[in-house]
């Protein structure tokens, strides 16, 4: 994915990413298979801006007014102000597999995260 800073007028989350991430979508979510709350799936990319790379996190599963999961767009992530932007790859790519997660979740998030990395 590749993006130009002129054609953003919307904000970036900068600061307090996982605090931000936390609360966007409290007690809401869609009920997996395994029996989990899901509530964010998240994706990340790379771009430049002012001539340097930056890296760019964002959710990829949002969910409508009566609880319904849909996909997410980068567009529509960013018009409802979703976008998390990183200096380095590898804090997107956590970011963006739940190290902004709490307790057991964060953990067996990024447990998936190492195994993932591994098998590549």
């Known amino acids: 994915m590749a993006y130009v800073q ?10 307090g ?11 809401v979510g869609h009920t997996n298979t395994e029996g ?5 799936k998240m994706g990340y990319g790379s771009g430049e801006v002012d001539g340097k790379t930056v890296y760019r996190a964002y959710p990829t599963i949002t969910f409508d007014d009566k609880g319904k999961k849909k ?3 980068y567009s529509e992530a960013m018009k ?6 990183f ?21 067996e998030a990024m447990r998936e995260y ?5 098998n590549k």
């Open 6 to 15: 002129s054609e953003n007028p919307f904000k970036l989350v900068k600061r």
């Open 17 to 27: 990413r996982k605090k931000h991430a936390r609360s966007i979508r409290k007690n």
């Open 36 to 40: 989990k709350v899901e509530t964010h």
């Open 71 to 73: 996909d997410q767009s």
């Open 80 to 85: 409802a102000g979703e976008i998390y932007e």
């Open 87 to 107: 200096k380095r790859k590898k804090r997107a790519a956590k970011f963006a597999a739940g190290s902004w997660k709490k307790g057991k979740a964060r953990r």
């Open 114 to 118: 190492r195994e993932n990395k591994r």
